[in-house]
């Protein structure tokens, strides 16, 4: 899969349609059955999150992402994932998103992971599992130390508007990350793409122009990697 260096990928989004330069990925709730309709600036992904954990039986979960994969409605498995806060019961949203890895990997395709308070948990099942597919954690805005780790382990971080607030841990380690293992996304939130390249280039010290080139062989690289 390839997408061209001179737009602005938003690499996770709900709702959210693509502005000029732009190509959106579009994250939809598995349990809402939504029909996808292709276009060439939107991609879509799918998972059951962990909020909505009990929503679905694991036969469900199975069935219904196997039918979008079959069809090639999705370029990857999620979000999904696990959540200390909201949710369903911690085991629910275990054994959820261990249904989500068992068919991420039987497809060969990326996980996108909704991650509260949990990144110790998950890094944990990524290496227990011995997963070799590639594990993305979206909208991350955790400590350095444990962005380091998650990237050692071979994660992707996708980050959002926290690289933006001056008071937020990110934004004072955003440029030390290794640029070929991150993203940018708007989430569900109201934030400008293109605003979020604009501070991430200046944070690395290179052009807006190279940074899109740059997440250009990232969205490469991640989908490529598991053909």
Same mark, same amino acid.
């Not at 807006?208 to 490469?220: D, P």
């Given at each position: ?26 994250? +939809?709730? %598995?349990?809402?059955? &939504?029909?996808? /309709?292709?276009?060439?600036? *939107?991609?879509?992904? $799918? =998972? ?74 998950? +890094?944990? %099942?990524?290496?227990? &599992?011995?997963? /070799?597919?590639?594990?993305? *954690?979206?909208?991350? $805005? =955790? ?85």
């Amino acid at each position: 899969m390839t997408i061209s260096s001179n737009t602005f990928l938003n690499f996770h989004a709900h709702q959210q349609k693509p502005g000029d330069d732009e190509i959106v990925i579009q994250s +939809l709730f %598995l349990q809402e059955n &939504l029909i996808v /309709k292709p276009d060439d600036r *939107i991609f879509f992904t $799918s =998972g059951l999150h962990p909020w909505h954990a009990d929503q679905l039986t694991k036969t469900e979960i199975e069935a219904r992402l196997e039918k979008l994969i079959s069809k090639k409605q999705i370029i990857a498995v999620g979000e999904t994932g696990l959540d200390k806060i909201r949710g369903a019961d911690w085991r629910t949203q275990m054994d959820v998103f261990k249904v989500h890895i068992q068919i991420a990997e039987k497809n060969k395709l990326p996980l996108i992971i909704h991650s509260v308070k949990s990144h110790n948990e998950v +890094l944990k %099942l990524k290496i227990d &599992l011995n997963s /070799k597919v590639s594990w993305v *954690i979206h909208n991350f $805005s =955790g400590s350095e130390q444990i962005a380091k780790d998650l990237i050692h382990h071979g994660f992707y971080l996708s980050l959002c508007h926290h690289i933006q607030n001056s008071n937020s841990r990110i934004s004072e380690y955003f440029q030390t990350l290794l640029i070929n293992r991150i993203f940018l996304e708007t989430d569900d939130f109201n934030v400008d793409i293109k605003g979020l390249y604009h501070t991430a280039a200046i944070k690395f010290g290179i052009s807006i122009e190279e940074f899109k080139k740059q997440i250009c062989k990232n969205f490469e690289s991640l989908f490529n990697r598991n053909d």
